[in-house]
């Protein structure tokens, strides 16, 4: 399927001041990362907090401004745009948070929210209130939630709500950030399938961003794993959850309550992941993740891995990740 969003070699720094008498340091918050988005379908991206995935995201929307690499939407190249082809973009992509409460105007009924989305379609449709009630439908909601206030709406409620206003505008691709990881299991259970649902009935793509691996395992396609800035490890659900290469990969699947079952046939032993992870201000030296690597060498102190085929065909960034087989022709 097509292409719809390409990021590449992605670098987002930002500027911190450190306060009277003390110089300001600059964070590399997102590191050359690069991946895309097929059309339809769902890329997560996991890691611990701080590893850049918001950024990510943000960045996406024009909330934080990229410091190098491109970003390109259905072909075109997203720091270009301007005027009526940013509008359009914008339109295109919409965001989804943890809190509703956040983006969700706590004096807005429910109605004027959707209603105030509507406004900036390009098609005004001919009764804006029916187009209320359809998208309250999409959502599983009664017409009768029109007329509430956030506060008089449970988590779960509020978040379909958020997920209603983002269809306002038709988008082709919905960035969701840890939007369910405030819901408790059974009501995450329920707007994870509401996702899927209107995934399948609208096309639409998904970059899921979420610290909890099962809920990845449900929702995506492909995964990436990303470490202080960096993606770490790039493949399709199966290759990360079934034979993950990256030792990092393979310690966030090892603290995953319920224990996934983890192919017998790779080599890697379990890993513990032990310690914080480094300020992002002075990222390691060598391979980032080398101060937490039980499996760490003297050449991961000095030179970082690049991201590679591994020979289970996922990418991976680790110096003893097994390399693809080269076949050589006879
Ligand atoms: Fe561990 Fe070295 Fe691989 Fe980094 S490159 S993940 S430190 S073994
Ligand atoms: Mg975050």
């Known amino acids: 399927s097509a292409v719809l969003l390409e990021v590449d070699d992605l670098e987002v720094t930002f500027r911190r001041s450190a306060g009277p008498g003390r110089k300001a340091a600059s964070v590399p918050a997102v590191r050359g990362v690069s991946f895309q988005l097929e059309a339809g379908t769902t ?58 409460y956040d983006s969700l105007d706590p004096r807005m009924k429910v109605s004027e929210t959707l209603l105030e989305a509507i406004k900036l379609r390009k098609d005004k449709p001919a009764s804006p209130l029916a187009e209320v009630y359809q998208l309250l439908d999409k959502v599983g909601l009664s017409k009768s939630f029109a007329s509430r206030r956030p506060r008089e709406l449970s988590g779960g409620q509020r978040q379909r709500v958020s997920i209603a206003r983002a269809l306002c505008v038709d988008p082709r691709l919905i ?54 800035g960096k993606i770490v490890e790039l493949g399709t659900r199966d290759e990360i959850f079934e034979r993950p290469q990256h030792p990092y990969t393979r310690a966030l699947l090892s603290a995953v309550p319920e224990p996934v079952v983890v192919d017998r046939t790779v080599r890697l032993p379990r890993v513990r992941l032990t310690g914080e992870p480094p300020s992002s201000t002075n990222p390691p030296t060598g391979c980032s993740f080398h101060p937490r690597c039980p ?12 991201l590679r085929m591994t020979s289970s065909g996922q990418l991976a960034a680790c110096h003893f990740a097994e390399p693809e087989q080269v076949v050589a022709e006879a």
């Open 43 to 100: 890329l997560g991206i996991a890691g611990e907090s701080g590893s850049g995935k918001s950024t990510i995201a943000r960045t996406l929307m024009g909330i934080n401004k990229p410091s190098g690499g491109s970003m390109r939407l259905n072909g075109s190249d997203v720091g270009a745009l301007r005027g009526r082809e940013l509008a359009q973009y914008r339109q295109t992509m919409q965001m989804i948070f943890q809190d509703p």
């Open 175 to 228: 960035l969701c950030d840890e939007a369910v990881s405030a819901l408790d299991v059974s009501v995450r259970a329920q707007v994870l399938n509401l996702l899927k649902d209107l995934q399948e009935d609208l096309g639409l793509a998904y970059l899921f961003i979420s610290h909890d691996l099962s809920t990845l395992r449900f929702m995506a396609d492909y995964v990436g794993i990303m470490y202080l």
């Open 295 to 306: 499996l760490a060498q003297e050449v991961c102190r000095t030179t970082a891995p690049a």
